[in-house]
């Protein structure tokens, strides 16, 4: 039996499956299992829990976090100072190095957690019928066939077939993203059902919001769907995020260039320049020292650390620091619907009287907002029919608002208890100027018929107070319009009913996006005290249809609009039926008439994939599977990927995105875990603001590069000189690593706080397979490094002509190297502009206290005598002075004069 079970369990189809079957598949019965059964088939299946996979010792991840090439340039270099006796410099290298491998450290168990994330969904307790028994369970004991009780507030503890159901509506919104709880029914439906359109099934993890239910277990830990989304979080590989390609792809390349030429350098100097090999090997130390950029790493990292904090400013809380350059960098936005570009708030946005069609303004449940008519408000006290209909929404209604005050604004904000749908009615009546205490004491309710899925409507029995003893008896009605439809005869005219003309306004309605309901009301005679199924007859008068959708939040219009103009392409991926979703992207601005469901996506290849996701930007009744190959689609075309979401269903996607954006209000654990970015006001605005911070990030990357990489190849390119043309050595290994030490802790560090560029957020996106140094970087960093070259050399040769000692010719080198660094700090600020305005001073303070500081070290390092001891350094005269400052001054003019070339040819960007 119990074999029988398990095969059943992964081959049949539950929700085509009617509930007598199911229990018969299963070998259960509706009193439930029997305890031993039950024993026995906990020992076979196991518990209902998703098992941890063992965590990585600490003391491994630590280790590979070392395993870096850049990591092993910058642990070489460290080794070489410490043999030079430069503990000082060793210090500073090796502390980068711990840093970054810290940081990584503590990012490293991002997987872990999301999957924990996902156990936490599941519930502790189970009500369940143990032979006919009712009995309170631990939720990990259940086991496919036992039967569990469902009632309002409870959480689903495994995936259930429905057996008998009343008036039950679970909100399944972390698991399909619909908007509104789901109504649930105990007949099957079709095989090929969406997960949000199961209606006979309750998964595990979702929220019973109204009703009571009993189900039988068909499915339990790793099986359910929650259990398979944490299977598909655990299988998705962690991807390489661009700046980190890029930056091993570059130290790659820079450390087989620097050993090749070190090498190069070495056989010359011993074969052909007659060096010995003791002393040449020295010169070569101090070549890869001049030509490592020790430095960069730490750059690089305060660089994102500052982008993280100012995305934490604009509700954006970055969860590994790479993903801020990454996000900078993406081509594709994939996000959810539901609660990110709309509010998550029903609001009736429709209407439709017997003699006209009114607009609703306003959004979600304050009750702030009017109504139009062709463009002109009506008011709704002078409007009969509105009122009527307005009455009968907030009558025949059992949601409530109150206000929060824990609001920023001091009065609060409106909050809902109760269903959302008759949250928007509620909300529309306040609208229309009635109060909930004085209608309802003038109408009190009498008795009521609930809503429940068989019959699809909610029925209450009022009275008129103002008749006095024969007070007059009605009923009010709401529910879905087809059913509504049928119950009447008229409309508020006294007309008889036209039911195909509301037909048509329905399916309108319906094709906006809307969810249409129907309100009617009917008399009944004096004295009636109570109501039943019997007194619902087609003799009603239809007050009107309300058009209700969860609208779109204005500042994600906007967003969506800043993103395109980017270059960066918005795609909705939502578990919403198409039209809904079709509506809702047309109204932020996306390409949504074509839109793509999950059942078209399950029948294309991937090429045919690819060709119809360029037809729309519209994904509907997406399954978690669906958004892992449509990132995965979008990736193959090379497009660099964000996924933004907050619910379970998205973590699979979120973490194999390039870059996963989690919401932190609605968001589910889950999603937040999985996702390298949270944005904490849920808002997809957000996300411009992150987008653009992303870019500025890495321009002050780029810049950093443009900035040290000149320096190190100029330090380079003098040693070189030196060599191979058998002249002194201008500089000591020592003071290399002075210059790099005092310019990376002052200059370089400023480029980080630059503010973004002009007509930033007018760019495409970067290509992911652009190199981090390109031609025209590497044009600059080649024309600066020579000039650098020219000067330092013609500043040592100078100062050797008039007889200077080499302690004085090495100085005045050192500060002909920073005094130019110095003045080529203010013409990198800017890839292209000119340099020759005041801002280029004051538009980074943070540059400008930098040189201040840059200046007073030169000035100990060149006159204070234990400086002099320790670099073997002598105080330079006025002379020296004016030449070093003349040659920054031409240096200065030849790189500005670079950069009006390059802005007349177009380029405004590097």
Same mark, same amino acid.
């Given at each position: ?70 990591? *092993? ?47 936490? %969904? ?111 979080? $655990?299988?998705?590989?962690? !991807? ?14 820079? @450390? ?153 604004? +001091? ?12 949250? $928007? ?16 004491? $003038? ?13 699809? *409507? ?38 008889? !009913? ?50 209700? %959708? ?145 870019? #500025?990030?890495?321009? +002050? ?30 500089? #000591? ?6 210059? +790099? ?19 930033? %957020? ?29 000067? @330092? ?30 003045? *080529? ?41 234990? %400086? ?7 105080? !330079? ?34």
């Amino acid at each position: 039996m119990r074999n029988s079970a398990s095969r059943t369990e992964t081959t049949v189809v539950w929700h085509a499956t009617p509930a007598d079957e199911a229990l018969r598949q299963l070998a259960s019965d509706a009193r439930g299992l029997s305890t031993r059964e039950a024993k026995e088939r906990l020992a076979s299946y196991g518990p209902n829990r998703l098992q941890a996979t063992p965590p990585r010792p600490w003391w491994r991840r630590l280790l590979a976090q070392f395993h870096n090439l850049l990591i *092993y340039v910058l642990l070489a270099a460290a080794c070489i100072t410490l043999w030079l006796g430069h503990t000082l410099d060793t210090a500073v290298i090796v502390g980068v190095v711990v840093i970054n491998a810290i940081m990584g450290l503590v990012q490293e168990g991002k997987a872990q957690r999301a999957l924990e994330a996902v156990r936490a %969904m599941l519930a502790s307790h189970a009500m369940v019928l143990r032979q006919g028994q009712r009995l309170e369970i631990d939720a990990a004991d259940l086991v496919p066939g036992d039967v569990v009780l469902l009632e309002s507030g409870t959480r689903v503890p495994a995936d259930l077939r429905l057996l008998r159901s009343k008036n039950l509506a679970i909100d399944e919104a972390a698991l399909t993203g619909e908007s509104v709880p789901s109504g649930k029914q105990p007949d099957a439906v079709a095989q090929g059902a969406a997960l949000g359109d199961r209606l006979c099934m309750a998964y595990a993890g979702t929220v019973v919001t109204v009703g009571q239910a009993t189900g039988v277990v068909v499915a339990t830990a790793r099986q359910t769907e929650i259990g398979q989304i944490g299977a598909m979080v $655990a299988g998705v590989a962690e !991807l390489v995020t661009p700046l980190t390609r890029r930056l091993d792809q570059f130290a790659r390349r820079i @450390t087989a260039f620097i050993g090749v030429v070190a090498l190069l350098t070495f056989l010359y100097g011993v074969w052909l320049g007659g060096m010995p090999a003791a002393d040449m090997f020295l010169v070569v130390v101090g070549l890869a020292v001049a030509a490592i950029p020790e430095g960069l790493p730490a750059v690089v990292t305060i660089t994102l650390a500052i982008g993280t904090s100012i995305m934490a400013q604009h509700r954006a809380v970055v969860r590994r620091l790479p993903a801020v350059e990454t996000l900078g960098s993406v081509s594709v936005i994939c996000t959810d619907k539901t609660g990110t570009l709309t509010r998550n708030e029903m609001t009736a946005v429709r209407v439709m009287l017997a003699d006209a069609t009114l607009a609703v303004s306003g959004a979600g449940y304050t009750p702030l907002g009017r109504f139009e008519l062709a463009g002109s408000a009506v008011q709704p006290a002078d409007h009969s029919g509105l009122q009527r209909l307005s009455r009968c929404a907030l009558l025949c209604n059992d949601a409530r608002l109150h206000r929060d005050d824990a609001g920023e604004d +001091n009065a609060g904000d409106w909050v809902l208890a109760g269903d959302p749908t008759e949250g $928007a009615l509620f909300t529309l009546a306040l609208k229309a100027g009635l109060a909930l205490e004085s209608t309802s004491q $003038a109408f009190p309710r009498r008795d009521e018929i609930p809503f429940e899925s068989e019959h699809r *409507y909610m029925a209450t029995l009022h009275h008129d107070q103002a008749g006095g003893q024969a007070s007059r008896a009605f009923i009010l009605l709401k529910g879905a319009p087809e059913r509504v439809l049928d119950l009447c005869v008229k409309d508020t005219t006294g007309a008889p !009913l036209d039911r195909a003309a509301w037909q048509a306004r329905v399916d309108q309605a319906a094709g906006d996006g809307q969810r249409v309901l129907a309100l009617a009301e009917c008399e009944l005679p004096s004295g009636t005290h109570s109501i039943g199924i019997a007194d619902i007859v087609p003799r009603f008068t239809l007050l009107g249809l309300v058009g209700l %959708m969860d609208p779109p939040r204005p500042e994600a219009v906007a967003a969506v609009a800043d993103c395109q103009r980017a270059g960066i392409r918005v795609l909705m991926i939502t578990g919403d039926h198409a039209v809904t979703a079709a509506a809702i992207g047309q109204q932020i601005g996306l390409q949504a008439r074509q839109a793509i469901t999950g059942d078209e996506i399950d029948h294309l290849d991937d090429p045919a994939l690819a060709k119809r996701l360029a037809q729309t930007d519209v994904v509907a009744r997406a399954s978690p599977a669906h958004k892992l190959r449509l990132v995965a689609s979008l990736q193959a075309q090379g497009k660099l990927v964000a996924m933004t979401g907050d619910g379970v269903n998205d973590a699979p996607a979120l973490k194999a995105a390039n870059i996963g954006v989690a919401m932190g209000q609605r968001g589910t654990d889950a999603a937040r875990e999985a996702a390298d970015l949270v944005l904490t006001d849920d808002n997809f605005a957000s996300i411009a603001h992150a987008v653009r911070e992303g870019r #500025t990030v890495f321009d +002050n990357i780029k810049k950093s590069l443009l900035f040290v990489l000149p320096t190190n190849g100029g330090e380079a390119g003098v040693i070189l000189l030196a060599v191979f043309a058998g002249l002194a050595m201008p500089v #000591t290994a020592a003071q290399i690593l002075w210059i +790099n030490m005092v310019t990376t802790v002052t200059l370089a560090i400023a480029l980080a706080f630059e503010p973004a560029e002009g007509q930033l %957020m007018e760019r495409p996106p970067r290509d992911p397979a652009e190199p981090l140094i390109t031609r025209l970087l590497f044009t600059r960093i080649a024309y600066v490094t020579l000039l650098m070259i020219a000067a @330092t050399y013609a500043v040592f040769e100078w100062e050797m002509a008039r007889g200077s000692s080499i302690e004085l010719a090495r100085t005045a080198v050192v500060n002909m190297l920073v005094v130019g660094e110095l003045v *080529y700090l203010f013409n990198t600020r800017h890839f292209t502009a000119h340099a020759f305005a005041w801002e280029t001073i004051t538009g980074n303070l943070i540059a400008f206290w930098a040189s201040v500081s840059l200046v007073v070290f030169q000035m100990l390092f060149t006159y204070a005598p234990p %400086m002099q001891q320790l670099f073997g350094t002598a105080s !330079l005269g006025w002379a020296s002075w004016a030449l070093i400052l003349g040659l920054a001054s031409v240096k200065f003019l030849a790189v500005e004069a670079e950069k009006l070339v390059l802005r007349r040819m177009g380029v405004h960007s590097m």
